[in-house]
């Protein structure tokens, strides 16, 4: 029997409303899709959070993280009941590495300028920021909601390191974001071959789930198709 519950897990600057579009596009294809709501307040937290949501699912489930949601599956991936990751756009650190570790070879994407301060210890993204570098190719409209509903990041999570890479011991898929600004494309792509992840590349910002919902929904779909319960 194939994994029927996606439990999905947003990043920074994000909420579980970031996967909007996916989720009824999941469920049209008979699956329950599950958004978490990090805190962003420690990869610890976020873990937490995330292990709170597969806890409440009966069975196995396949768990999609984007951007700072990878580095979130990464570590939470380990839980028993995960038979799978998806990763979109995201981070994917090693055991032992933080998220800054992950991609700190490669030079800095455009928005990284655009990540203010956000009170003590958080950071977010100017609104600039979320229309040119994060969200550039889907309607200003959307855009503006996407910044008003971001979550702010403690800054300490970039720097929290992962006990153990869930990737070595699970089956993974990759979604490249060919038009990445806040992630640099070729750190995703590394990533990807480095995990031997069945890999999508798409052309796209760094929130593919948002631009082009139906070929996200449709690669979770094949996965959890793949993967037996």
């Known amino acids: 029997m194939a994994i029927g519950t996606i ?9 579980g409303s970031c996967w909007a579009k996916v989720i009824p596009l999941l469920t049209k294809r008979g699956l329950k899709a599950i958004a978490v709501q990090n805190p962003l307040s420690s990869l610890a ?3 937490t959070a995330t292990h709170r949501v597969v806890n409440m699912q009966d069975g196995p489930v396949l768990m999609v993280g984007h951007s700072w949601g990878g580095a979130v599956i990464t570590e939470a991936g380990n839980h028993p009941q995960v038979k799978g ?3 979109v756009a995201a981070g994917a650190p090693d055991s032992g590495q933080s998220f800054d570790d992950w991609w700190k070879s490669y030079p800095p994407a455009p928005g990284a300028s655009e990540i203010k301060p956000y009170g003590e210890g958080y950071v977010a993204l100017t609104l600039k920021g979320v ?3 994060f969200v550039q190719d889907i309607p200003a409209d959307e855009a503006d909601i996407v910044f008003a509903t971001q979550g702010p990041l403690a800054v300490k999570c970039f720097g929290d390191k992962i006990t153990e890479a869930a990737w070595r011991s699970r089956p993974s898929w990759y979604v490249v974001a060919a038009h990445d600004e806040t992630i640099p494309p070729d750190v995703e792509r590394d990533s990807a071959k480095r995990m031997g992840a ?3 590349v798409l052309e796209s910002s760094h929130v593919p789930m948002l631009s082009q919902p139906d070929a996200i929904a449709e690669f979770i779909a094949g996965a959890a198709a793949s993967l037996q319960g």
Not at 7 to 15: E, I, W, Y
């Open 7 to 15: 439990v999905l897990v947003h990043g920074a600057f994000a909420d």
């Open 45 to 47: 937290d976020d873990v």
């Open 131 to 133: 229309r040119k570098h």
């Open 85 to 87: 990751l998806v990763y």
């Open 198 to 200: 069945k890999t999508l």
